[in-house]
DNA sequence: CTGCCTGCAAACTCTTTGCACGAAT
DNA sequence: ATTCGTGCAAAGAGTTTGCAGGCAG
């Protein structure tokens, strides 16, 4: 069932669990599996339904404590763009500075490189006497052919 | 008590109240002082304690209610950093492109003009077919004095 | 076996809302 | 007088946590 590019990641996450003294439960695995089958953000009660299919004891108090060790393992980005529940995106290997760009109308994240964020991210904060530590660059927009046409190219729902 | 230079951005307040057939109350007037007495970014709760000294009979339902009107009519700029909980800032006058740097170590928020994002805003949402409503740009910090000297300049509280 | 991990449900934080009273126009 | 505005308290949404039992190492 898994695809084989993710046996490698899985392995990344049980050698991460097992280098932090955590242990490799059923309910992690099935949370892995269930994140890593996602094709878009998502959000935990997203990775709830869908971990479920895999193995439908896991709780929402599992996956909420699952998260953070995916988040700090890299191998999931935390992506919150103030809509007060928090995205989640499956991580790339490169360690791209990455902008969002949100279309308000069809509720799409579009993920885009920006590699000048760090540039300034620098510039700004040792002006201050700061360092970076994170930087977030978000553009919320309305989709052109809706207004126009009445219907979204993008929309997928 | 109220400074002069917020008389007239109080005026505005209040024509913008007549103009949108809302009333001028005297909860809405406190709400007003105390957005305005506040010398960096703050909280729905902060606002709250700071009305509540100038009219006591402000509840945070109020508080609440009126902040959207405050955004709405460009008297303050609302300002997501990404904690559970929105911070507020009164809104220059010029309409500019306003990026912010936290500090983690001092919770600070410093604003920082960003021109650039407007282009920025402009050029990768059209590659969507999209068009730019709002952008923002942040970025979290460590204060390096602290570091190296356990105390961090910026420091308020 | 030992102790980390789990599910459940309650607690929490921030914000919104229904309702009946009160005040601005 | 009309309405809109208000305080109160309850309800929401998303997330966190205490506890008793379960399973990995």
Request: charged letters at 25%.
């Amino acid at each position: 069932m898994a695809s084989v590019s993710n046996d490698a990641t899985k392995d990344q996450f049980k050698s991460y669990l097992a280098r932090k003294g955590l242990r490799v439960t059923n309910q992690r695995l099935a949370i892995f599996d269930a994140a890593f089958a996602q094709t878009k953000h998502f959000t935990a009660e997203d990775l709830l339904d869908q971990a479920r299919r895999i193995d439908d004891s896991v709780s929402r108090a599992t996956v909420y404590r699952t998260l953070p060790i995916m988040t700090e393992s890299a191998l999931l980005r935390e992506v919150d763009i103030g809509t007060g529940e928090k995205y989640y995106v499956r991580n790339p290997q490169e360690n791209a500075q990455m902008a969002q760009v949100i279309c308000l109308d069809c509720d799409r994240i579009f993920e885009i490189s920006a590699p000048f964020m760090e540039w300034y991210g620098n510039t700004v904060s040792s002006k201050l006497g700061l360092t970076p530590v994170t930087q977030r660059l978000q553009v919320s927009a309305r989709c052109i052919a809706l207004r126009e046409t009445g219907a979204c190219k993008n929309k997928v729902t």
